[in-house]
């Protein structure tokens, strides 16, 4: 039962009392005052309602409606009319122990019906009002104790009131002279019946009717079981009795159908309440088992969240409730120091004071802010976030919290921080000028060079047999120096322009090995070489550069074998931070330790042109295309037994603007 519902179920029972109440109360006051004998006590056999009965039963009706407004005003007259209606069941109770009379029995009318006291009203009338009054006072009390034991006092009136009520449906009141029971009035019972229920429920969640409207399978019991337990009896043996005292039924067959009716009527009954226990209870599996889904899912999701984000809880006033270990590992502040503590033990210094407002008018109005923030660890040393603020409302739209969630974009930062730098500023300007040099340079060679080849073409075909062995010796090496020089300017030329592609894509190395191979196959297969790969990650780069970069390093591995010696190629590479690392190991002739960095400078060779063919531009160009990647290139060798060859390439590289 929802608890907008039930309250709303009470109110209409509170004022239906009060109705009832004033109703019968006047009419049993009418009914003195004109003698109508049965308004006073409508079974004629049974007490009557005395006169000061019905008023306190008036006043009560009025106390109860003024009560359930609560204001300030409504309060003081609710406990002036308790007052007044404790003091004359108070009074009479006296009047009953002491046997005195103070003249307030028949202070509005004159009883000639009662013999014993009359115009009195009865002692169980007396003490139910006094309980009544009494309650009207306690429940409005703060202590929850005293509460709870005005709404047993209550429980024990309405218990009382029904036996009245009972006795006389059957017709038997008049046999019950014990506990004041033949001294109550029909219809005083019906009214404290329904007033001990109504002054229960004005604290619906306390004592006996607690039980009522607490949302457990065991109120589920009470609420299906009570009122049947109750009535259903009651209707089957007032029939009953009616139809025996009419003389259509024997006492024996009146009891035997009484037993009869009884047990079918439990037993089916029983059978129903324990069919919808069940469902409900399948019922609550089932939640149970989709709140078991839900709950994992959830911790999926955080799990995933602390493993890929930097994620903290603040309350709404920004301090933090909960961060994870990635916080603490880049904060370098532990998990006890953060804990309890606002934002600003992060603080750089770096925003302004406008910022952090900018940012809390946004996520205090609700909405999520998104941006970079530049945070100071505990050592001192500086961090960039990229920060997500989602506020997070309850159900009457209330912030309750803030999750923040944050990526490290420390490198990214400091790369851009670096590229906009003077220093860089000035590099790529000689960098610039040295790469169009160089392409001027050897564009600009070419030409002379085409025609010192043709001039020396003409010499050795119209001159070429007037030479000596000497001469034509010599014309031999000018035709191979210059087309040494031929292949030295389109090498430098080629070396000139990488890095002129600007398109960063999706590369699957793997593919790029697969072509390199393709490219490579008669080398590899006239070596003899076998070249292992690990399962090479997907990034993100330069297409062609990276092709030429691994394609490089693996005719460098094949090239520079020992000889007989069959080459083995291992490609492997590994993930560090930011960054990939690539390796490419060979079993070849090795590298001499000074000369492990001078290789990589451009036409740097440690060998003759006859020992191994090549120019010496293919680890520059190595380098420079690492480079470009924002990583670096260097090798590992033992002379004479194979070398390593170490790359790194940025995961995120960032195109340098011309
Ligand atoms: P080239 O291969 O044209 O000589 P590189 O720039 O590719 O030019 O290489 C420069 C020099 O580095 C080579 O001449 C060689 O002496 C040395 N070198 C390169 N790769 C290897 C290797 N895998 N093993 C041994 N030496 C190597």
Redesign the pocket.
């Known amino acids: 039962m929802k608890v907008e519902n039930s309250r709303r179920s009470i109110d209409v029972f509170l004022r239906t009392t009060v109705f009832l109440t004033i109703a019968i109360s006047v009419l049993v006051m009418t009914a003195w005052l004109t003698g109508w004998s049965r308004g006073q006590s409508i079974f004629l056999h049974g007490a009557t309602m005395k006169f000061n009965t019905a008023l306190m039963f008036f006043f009560t009706a009025i106390a109860l409606h003024l009560s359930l407004r609560k204001t300030p005003a409504t309060k003081l007259l609710v406990k002036i009319l308790t007052y007044s209606m404790l003091l004359v069941p108070v009074i009479t109770l006296f009047e009953y122990i002491v046997l005195p009379s103070f003249s307030i029995d028949q202070i509005f009318i004159e009883d000639t019906r009662s013999k014993d006291f009359p115009g009195r009203m009865s002692q169980g009338t007396a003490i139910s009002f006094i309980i009544i009054g009494l309650s009207l006072l306690g429940l409005e009390q703060k202590k929850e104790g005293l509460k709870v034991v005005f709404q047993y006092f209550l429980m024990m009136v309405g218990v009382m009131s029904l036996i009245v009520i009972i006795t006389f449906l059957f017709g038997i009141n008049s046999d019950f002279d014990f506990l004041f029971i033949d001294t109550v009035a029909f219809h005083t019972a019906v009214l404290f019946f329904i007033l001990s229920i109504s002054f229960s429920l004005k604290n619906p969640n306390l004592g006996f009717v607690g039980l009522f409207f607490v949302n457990n399978s065991g109120t589920k019991v009470i609420r299906i079981v009570l009122p049947i337990i109750l009535f259903v009896p009651i209707l089957i043996s007032y029939f009953i009795t009616r139809a025996f005292n009419s003389g259509e039924i024997s006492a024996s067959m009146a009891l035997g159908s009484l037993i009869m009716l009884f047990i079918i009527f439990s037993g089916v009954f029983f059978i129903i309440t324990a069919v919808l226990l069940n469902r409900s209870a399948r019922q609550k599996d089932d939640l149970g088992n989709d709140l078991y889904a839900v709950n994992k899912e959830l911790i999926d999701t955080k799990r995933a969240l602390d493993e890929t984000s930097i994620v903290a809880i603040t309350n709404p006033k920004g301090i933090m409730t909960y961060i994870n270990d990635k916080f603490c590992e880049i904060s370098k502040y532990s998990r006890e120091e953060l804990i309890g503590k606002q934002h600003n033990i992060i603080n750089s210094g770096y925003h302004s004071k406008q910022f952090f407002a900018d940012l809390w008018k946004t996520i205090a109005k609700g909405n999520i802010w998104v941006g970079e923030i530049k945070n100071k660890a505990k050592d001192g040393s500086y961090y960039w976030v990229h920060t997500s603020i989602v506020p997070f409302k309850n159900e009457s739209g209330k912030i309750y919290q803030y999750l923040s969630l944050r990526q490290d974009i420390t490198a990214k930062k400091l790369a851009e921080e670096l590229l906009n730098s003077q220093y860089v500023k000035k590099l790529k300007q000689k960098n610039i000028e040295l790469e169009q040099f160089a392409f001027i340079a050897s564009h600009d060679l070419q030409e002379p060079l085409r025609s010192i080849t043709g001039l020396i073409n003409l010499l050795n075909h119209d001159y070429g047999d007037k030479f000596d062995g000497n001469g034509q010796k010599y014309l031999e090496f000018i035709t191979q120096g210059a087309s040494r020089m031929s292949s030295l300017i389109k090498d430098l030329l080629s070396y000139s322009r990488l890095g002129k592609e600007n398109l960063l894509a999706t590369i699957d190395c793997n593919e790029i090995l697969e072509q390199v191979k393709v490219d490579l196959s008669v080398n590899l297969i006239e070596s003899g070489s076998t070249l292992i790969c690990d399962n090479l990650p997907v990034i993100k780069g330069f297409e062609i550069s990276l092709r030429q970069l691994f394609q ?2 693996i ?3 094949i ?2 074998r020992n000889e007989g010696v069959k080459p083995q190629i291992t490609i492997g590479f590994e993930e560090i931070t930011d960054y990939w690392k690539f390796s490419v190991s ?1 079993n ?4 001499a330790e000074e ?1 492990k960095t001078k ?1 990589f400078n451009i036409f ?4 003759s042109k006859d020992q ?1 063919e ?7 160009n190595c380098k420079k295309i690492v480079e470009l990647h924002g990583g670096e290139i260097w090798v590992e ?1 033992e002379y004479g037994n194979g ?1 390593t ?1 170490y790359f790194t390439l940025l995961k995120d590289p960032i195109i340098i603007p011309e």
């Open positions: 490089n390093l005719t460098n591995a090239k520079f060979d070849g002739i090795g590298i000369n290789i740097q060779r440690l060998h191994y090549g120019s010496g531009i293919g680890l520059a060798s070398s060859f």
